[in-house]
Structure formats: C-alpha cells, structure tokens
C-alpha cells in the first residue's frame, strides 16, 4: 500500500485559488485511481472528484468548472486545482486510493482550506 500524503492548503479569500498536492512515497503509476474529498466542518466527508491512471476526470456537479485534478507520474503527485473558491469549500481536503468506486486504505491527516468571505 503506498501511502498519500496531502499538502498545500490554507486560508484563501473567496474567488481565490488554491493548488493542493497528494503525494505519493513509491510510485503513483501504480494507483489505478486517486480521489480528492473534502470534509466541511461538522459534516461527513464527500467525493470531490478523483482521475484515472489514464488521465480521465470525473468531478461532483459542486465543483464543476473550478476544480481541476490533473496527475503527474514522474513526480508521483496528483494535483487538485481549485479556482473561484468559495467559503463553502472551507473544510479538510484529502486523497484516497479508490478501487471499484470506494476509498481504500487509511486515510491521511488531510490538508485544511480555509475560504473566508
């Protein structure tokens, strides 16, 4: 199991962006599929959107148009770019291995996005 690692959050204003990281320690070309979620606060975490080893993309209707996931195996990273944020995007952010739809593996310590008004 190569484990992920997320970085790159912080505190944003609203419209702003943001480049989020998931690293991995071996090699992520071995990771079929890597989703992103995010967990607002008090609430329980959901899909964002996540991409395949071939570069194909699939994201929830709530970031269409903003968030992009992008991958790149020489760097072992997969990348989530998130634009016009807004303060409902607040809340800790986290990728997954995801294998026949699911998240597997533990989950990492996640990193937090902060979008103030």
């Known amino acids: 199991q190569v484990p992920l690692v997320e970085s790159g959050g912080g505190l944003v204003q609203a419209g702003g962006s943001l480049r989020l990281s998931c690293g991995a320690s071996g090699s992520i070309s071995s990771i079929s599929t890597v989703g992103w979620y995010h967990r607002p606060p008090g609430k329980q975490r959901e899909l964002v959107g996540k991409?395949?080893?071939?570069?194909?993309?699939m994201y929830a209707d709530s970031v269409k148009g903003r968030f992009t996931i992008s991958r790149d195996s020489a760097k072992n990273t997969v990348y989530l770019e998130m634009n016009s944020l807004k303060p409902e995007d607040t809340g800790v952010y986290y990728c997954s291995k995801i294998v026949f739809g699911y998240p597997v593996g533990s989950w990492g310590q996640g990193t937090p996005v902060t979008v103030s008004s």
């Open positions: 991409i395949t080893s071939d570069g194909i993309t």
